[in-house]
């Protein structure tokens, strides 16, 4: 049987090496077997030297009998003209160690984040404006993209780390980097910090646990938006009408959960603008596209691929084969079907194994409701209003039955049976990158 793995994000600076060292010894006599995961950055001249003593440092560890296992990725890419350093190398850093954990198939990645670092956080986040879930700081533990990350540090001082790398005198690498005032962490650290310490020694304290608190009342959030959402938005966008319903902060808080389930930001001038200028027909810019308004509905609408691209697009796909819930990436189709689990009124998942995508060809039929007599597809589309940017993607077929329509939705005739493990299907158009 393969040893179970767990990873370790290790820089080689004197918190993930702290991390990684103690790791390590609670696997121990175990089966656990302890992935050190190194991202070769590229953006200092001293990335080489800090990648061999990483390597140096585990390999030391492994002939003492340690159960380690040095992973390196080097970064291929470099941050464009205008972008932020700090902002490139946290997504290309999680990034690697997402494709590293998932190549040595480790479920969890364990980061080295402390609470002086969750102080930090907040107040950065609070001196960028930031909301309830920006002051959360960063979560204890989250899975996103198939991986688990966790901050079994989080809770503990930095000057306990300090102490158990001095008392086991362990070797790390310090970063030049964090003295380059540039960066807002590093001014932060170095000329604000020492004086609020020495104004409020508790500050890291009580910041972590504003955080803390503000984790609580984000998540409340969230529940309250669902909630919301659930009335207010459905697959074709939002209902403006019944949006309106709600009160101010409910509003704004529906939308940002609505955008972020489209993949959309959410800064506070689209929000405020969006509930100043909703109301009849509209278009707002978007990533990728744009929010457009149209009969009672605020829709993301890509943005069109130029004939030139399209005529080297993939061939359209005309099989899918699904067997769980998630994204399914059509690129020949121009977009995504996004399969997700419900407990009912969804088509049953055993039907999802054998598809057959079609392009409309006149003379289907589909029908709307239980009850209700099947129509040609042209009726339906005009009797619920759907405009024709939502009526493009393929028609989904299992067994000859049509199931899934673009714009209209599950086919009724496939609803399944209570008690039959169920999903419902949504088709989401591809944004064009502005790469």
Not at 66 to 77: A, I, M, T
Not at 350 to 357: E, F, I, M, P, T
């Amino acid at each position: 049987m393969a040893p179970k793995r767990v990873a370790v994000a290790y820089s080689a600076g004197r918190d993930s090496t702290a991390l990684l060292h103690a790791t390590l010894h609670a696997a121990l006599g175990s089966d656990v077997e302890v992935l050190a995961l190194h991202v070769h950055h590229g953006l200092s001249p001293h990335a080489d030297a800090w990648l061999a003593h990483g390597r140096q440092q585990c390999a030391r560890w492994a002939r003492r009998g340690l159960p380690v296992r040095f992973v390196d990725h080097r970064l291929s890419d470099a941050p464009r003209g205008g972008d932020s350093i700090e902002a490139w190398a946290r997504q290309a850093r999680y990034d690697a160690l997402r494709t590293m954990a998932l190549a040595e198939q480790a479920g969890i990645v364990l980061l080295a984040h402390h609470r002086r670092d969750q102080a930090e956080t907040l107040l950065l986040q609070a001196l960028r404006g930031g909301g309830a879930a920006g002051l959360a700081g960063m979560p204890r533990r989250i899975e996103r993209d198939g991986v688990v990350w966790e901050r079994p540090w989080l809770d503990t001082p930095r000057e306990a780390i300090e102490a158990y790398v001095r008392r086991h005198r362990l070797r790390f690498i310090d970063d030049d980097s964090n003295a380059d005032e540039r960066f807002a962490r590093n001014r932060l650290r170095l000329a604000v910090w020492p004086a609020l310490i020495g104004a409020f020694p508790q500050a890291e304290a009580s910041l972590a646990q504003s955080a803390r608190w503000a984790q609580q009342a984000a998540a409340a959030l969230d529940e309250l938006a669902a909630i919301d959402l659930a009335r207010v938005a459905d697959a074709r966008g939002l209902i403006v009408g019944e949006w309106r319903t709600l009160s101010d902060a409910r509003q704004s808080n529906a939308l940002r959960a609505w955008l972020a389930s489209i993949d959309q930001p959410a800064p506070a001038s689209l929000v405020l603008r969006l509930q100043h200028e909703l109301g009849g027909q509209g278009a707002w810019p978007a990533v990728g596209g744009e929010l457009r308004a149209h009969r009672g509905r605020l829709a993301f609408v890509a943005s069109q691929v130029p004939r030139a691209e399209s005529l080297e697009s993939p061939e359209r796909e005309s099989t899918l084969s699904v067997r769980r819930a998630g994204r399914h990436a059509l690129p020949g189709w121009g977009g995504e079907l996004v399969v997700t689990r419900v407990k009912r009124d969804g088509i049953p998942l055993a039907w999802l194994g054998a598809l057959a995508l079609r392009a409309r060809e006149g003379g289907e039929r589909f029908q709307a409701g239980l009850g209700r007599p099947p129509r040609s597809l042209k009726k339906q589309y005009q009797a619920a209003e759907v405009p024709a940017w939502e009526r493009d993607g393929p028609l989904v077929y299992s067994g000859g039955q049509l199931l899934f329509v673009p714009g209209l939705g599950i086919d009724a005739r496939a609803i399944g049976l209570p008690g039959q493990p169920q999903v419902s299907l949504a088709w989401r158009r591809a944004a064009v990158s502005d790469a």
